[in-house]
Structure formats: C-alpha cells, structure tokens
C-alpha cells in the first residue's frame, strides 16, 4: 500500500486525469451550442456518450474507491493539505453518489440529453411541445430513476436541489419563497398602479449586430474580464461554460430591435466568468476550482446583471460608450436610459424579466418540478400547468409553447433542482451587497466614476478565491454575518423600486 504522500499525488493524478474529460466534453457541448452542423448531432451525442462514460468510469473505479478508503482514515486525513483534505471530502460524495448508479444507465442518460438539446431546439423554433414530450418524459423518468438509487429524506426533490445547492431542501425554499412571493406580488401590484411607466422607445429600433457584439465585448472589459482567458460568442440562449481555470467562455444575444437584452446577457454571464477567473489556481485539478453552489454562482451574475448593471451610477458612467457605438441614443440621458433598464411589468419569458418579477418565474418553474420528480405531475400536462401558474403568479399567460414551457434549456440536459438557483442567486446577492457597502461606503461613487476594480477585488477576495471550499451557508455566513435569509433582497428591491415608481 502506498503511503500517504504517495495515495495523495496518486489521487491527484487521477483528478487530472478526470478533469481532462470533463474539458473535451464542456468543449464539445460548447461547440454543440454555438454553430454545430445540426447533421452531426446523433454522432456527436455518440461520442460525448463514450467520453462520458469514460470519466464516469474513473470516477467509480477501484482505484478511486482504494485511494478514497486509504486518504478517509483519520490518520492519514490528517496529514493531508487542506487543498487536497477537502477534495477528498467533496470526491468522497460524488463517489458515493455515481457508484449507486449503473455505468450503461448514466452512459444512456449522457446521449439521451445531449440529444434532447437538439429536440429541444427544434421544438422551441417551431413551437410544438410534442416534438419534444417523449425526450422529456424519459428524462424525467430517468432523473426518477436515479433519485431512487441515491436516495432521498423528505421530498425526492431534496436530492436534486442538494446537487446544485449542497444542504438546501423543499422547507427551506417554500420557507423563504413563500414571503417572497407575497411580498414580490403586492409591490409588482403596488408599481402597475402606480401608472408610472419608463419611456422605453428609444431601446426600440434597429442594433446592428456587429455593433452589439463591439459594445458587448467593451462592457465585459470594463467589468474586468480577462480575453486572454475567454472569449464572447453568440447563442440561442445565453450561457457561460469553463473549460479550465484560464477558459471561461461567455455567449450572449443579440436581439435586432432591442439593445438591451445583449447588455443584460453580456453583464450576466460576464459576472459568471469573472467568478470562475478568481477561483485561486491552487484549487486548479480539483472538484474545488469551481462556485461553491449553483445559486452563488447566479449571485454573481446577477450582481453584476442587476445591482451593478441596472443602477444609476452605472449608466452614468458607461452611457457614454453606449452612445459612442450607437449614435442614435446620443439624445438619451443617463436618467432615462436608467428607468429604461428597470422597466417593471409582468412578462412572459425568464431571461427578459426585470429585476422586480423575475423571481416569480423561477417559483413556477419550482413548483412544476417539484411536481415531476413526486410524479404528481406528467409531462404532458406541463403546457397547461405553466399557462395555468403564469397567471396565478404574474399575470400573465403565454399563447405559445415557445414563450412558455419551451423557453427554457434547463430541462433538455436534465437540471432538474437547477432552476430555484437563480432566486437563490437574488437572495445571496442582495446580501453580499450589503456586506460590500458595509465594507465599501463609497462603492457606488466608485460606479459612478467608471471604476469597477474595486468591487471585483472585494469579490474574488470574500468570495470568487474559495472555489467550492466552502459551503454556501459557511460562505454566507463568513461574508454577511448573517445566514441566507429574504430580508436584503426585499429591502434592496423597496429600497430601489418604489422611488422610481413614485410609491
């Protein structure tokens, strides 16, 4: 047997060598998303699947499980680094977790879903549900399927949210969505009564989008992004993918007639990037180099989206370089383009939602997949459902599977737990910015001058450093004082909302 030092280098080499697969398959499934001849998707599900299987098979191997028995033991645990103590913790549960499930089944789960993302496309362009139904509903039964092998206490929904949020579970999230959703519903009443409204039209013409592309590519500069670390593209549907430590990719888009969602995409996924471009790079190798949860990693970019990209000091520093790229906003104040930013009214698509509604969409989207997973629900009755819980909680009601339950990619690659992250990721960061003001009073003035070096180094020294070596609710805690709680977002969003309404 070898010794500790020896299993540790072993057990380390054996990451890399995981994490290898893990980069070609986010390379491929970026590739997939951004331009892929549609011909050569049955093939390239085909060849994920392999390579997939691959890394799943050196995760559960014999070797993983005999270094895990030999670095576990208390005596060898405790002459481990700290780096290489908490991998082992955190490979420990996702040994546990693959090893309940068989290789042919996860393998048959990969092409499924690399699949259903195609299906899923097709569908949504040509608005019919069906086309894509039976994928779901074997996605659906599989996820089913491997809860059961896992295990579960309390809610089957439990062991999903735990993926993507280690320790969170239904009480909690009906326990902090509850208040908020009531809350949420009286000021999104209070402000349609207000009959005050943004004068939108000057965000309504004709972007190139080149230009876009340009103006893009400046706003992610100015946050801090590092190009020689990443890249912008174009997709259907915005996302952020990290290759490795030095390879985080952003992708936005570009709507011909409206400039903003490109500005809102870009600021999104940039403040993903940014978070995965300060991990500290000895984590690099690790299960560690990456957010601490799903809805940390949304904190920062809906920080960056929202706190940071939709306030005023914000455009009053960078409306100049809007103008710049489009000289047809040049009439436009800072003011305006400001209230433009925060438009409020009850929409029907999730990722053009304003800052006020969009945590309604994610309650729709939870309550449905709660539903799924307790087999309450069935896949066919989910168009009905979600036209039927669009207007309970906003009001509105979509004619069309493509502005409704075919919105959204999430279900394709089977992320089932994944959509109540965002919310969390509203929550954590209305926190962490009343922990930024309290250690920097002056943050927003440092807005309004244009310096955003600040903020990012306040970020990637509370947060981005630690990769996954805390826990969210250790993170929270360690950076706020306080444990994830409504009380900030609800207070910002007042705070925010109601001058801008005259409320």
Not at 209 to 221: A, G, M, T, V, Y
Not at 376 to 405: I, N, S
Request: hydrophobic residues 40%; glycine residues 8%.
């Amino acid at each position: 047997m070898p010794n500790t030092a020896e299993a540790a280098a072993a057990f380390r080499e054996l990451l890399r060598k995981i994490s290898h697969y893990e980069e070609a398959l986010a390379l491929m499934a970026w590739d997939l998303r951004t331009g892929a001849p549609k011909k050569g998707v049955p093939l390239r599900s085909e060849a994920m699947g392999t390579l997939a299987s691959e890394a799943f098979a050196l995760r559960t191997s014999a070797e993983m499980g005999e270094l895990l028995a030999q670095l576990t033991d208390g005596a060898a645990a405790a002459e481990l680094d700290p780096v290489v103590r908490a991998a082992v913790h955190e490979v420990q549960k996702e040994y546990d977790r693959f090893r309940k499930i068989p290789p042919d089944r996860y393998q048959a789960y990969v092409v499924l879903t690399t699949q259903a993302e195609s299906v899923w496309e097709e569908a949504k362009h040509t608005s019919d549900f069906r086309l894509f139904q039976p994928y779901l509903e074997k996605i659906v039964a599989m996820k089913r399927e491997f809860v059961e092998y896992w295990g579960y206490h309390g809610h089957p929904y439990n062991t999903l949210l735990d993926q993507y949020e280690p320790g969170m579970t239904v009480d909690q999230l009906d326990a902090l969505f509850t208040p908020l959703r009531q809350q949420t519903v009286e000021l999104v009443q209070a402000i349609a009564g207000s009959g005050v409204r943004p004068d939108v039209r000057p965000f309504r013409g004709s972007f190139d989008k080149e230009r876009q592309r340009h103006l893009s590519r400046c706003l992610l500069e100015r946050m801090g992004y590092d190009f020689s670390a990443g890249r912008l593209d174009e997709t259907v549907h915005p996302f952020q993918t990290t290759l490795n430590r030095y390879d985080a990719r952003v992708t936005t888009m570009f709507v011909p007639d409206d400039v903003r969602p490109a500005i809102s995409s870009t600021l999104h996924e940039g403040g993903h990037a940014l978070y995965e471009q300060g991990i500290d790079p000895a984590l690099i190798g690790t299960p560690l180099s990456q957010g601490a949860s799903m809805g940390i990693h949304e904190s920062q970019s809906r920080f960056w989206e929202n706190i940071i990209g939709r306030s005023r000091e914000f455009w009053e520093a960078q409306l100049p370089l809007v103008q710049q790229v489009f000289p047809e906003l040049s009439g436009v104040s800072a003011e305006l383009f400001y209230r433009g930013m925060n438009d409020v009214a009850p929409s029907l698509i999730r990722i053009e939602a304003d800052e006020v509604t969009y945590n309604l969409h994610i309650m729709v989207r939870y309550e449905l997949e709660k539903g799924l997973m307790s087999g309450d629900l069935r896949v066919a009755d989910l168009p009905g459902l979600w036209r039927e819980k669009m207007r309970e909680y906003l009001g509105v009601e979509p004619d069309a599977d493509a502005t409704g339950v075919l919105q959204d990619v999430h279900w394709s690659g089977g992320d089932f737990g994944y959509f109540p992250s965002y919310a969390l990721g509203n929550l954590y960061a209305a926190q962490f910015r009343s922990a930024l003001a309290r250690d920097l009073p002056d943050y927003r003035e440092q807005v309004r001058r244009g310096e955003l070096g600040g903020i990012l180094a306040w970020l990637r020294e509370h947060i981005h450093r630690y990769g996954k070596t805390r826990t969210p609710a250790e993170l929270v805690q360690q950076v706020t004082g306080q444990p994830l709680r409504a009380d900030d977002l609800v207070a910002y969003l007042h705070e925010k909302f109601r001058p801008l309404y005259g409320l």
